[in-house]
C-alpha cells in the first residue's frame, strides 16, 4: 500500500494525509480544534474537514481505525 500511494500522490499530498490522519486521534479525544492546531500545525480548516468526514462521512476513517485496532490486538 505504502508503495501504492507513493506512486499515486505527490509528496504535497501524501503529507496533506498525513495531517488529516494525525488530527483523528485528537479529535476522537474531543479536543478542540484550536488545541489541535496548536499540538499539529495542521489547519483549524483541515481539522474541521476531518471532523466532518468522522462525523458524516462514508465510514473510512472508522474502518481503518477498526482494523488497526484489530492488528494490535491480533499482534499481542
Known amino acids: 500500500m505504502q ?3 507513493r506512486d499515486l500522490c505527490t509528496p504535497a ?10 488530527v483523528v486521534p485528537l479529535l476522537r479525544k ?5 488545541e489541535i ?3 499539529t ?13 468522522l462525523e458524516h462521512g462514508s465510514g ?5 481505525i477498526e ?3 484489530a492488528r ?3 499482534s499481542n
Open 30 to 34: 474531543g479536543v478542540p480544534y484550536r
Open 72 to 74: 494490535k490486538t491480533e
Open 41 to 53: 500545525g495542521v489547519s483549524v480548516t483541515t481539522i474541521g474537514r476531518v471532523a466532518r468526514s
Open 60 to 64: 473510512g476513517y472508522a474502518t481503518a
Open 3 to 5: 508503495a501504492f500511494l
Open 13 to 22: 499530498e501524501l503529507e496533506a494525509m498525513a495531517d488529516r490522519w494525525r
Open 67 to 69: 482494523r488497526i485496532a
Open 37 to 39: 492546531y496548536d499540538l
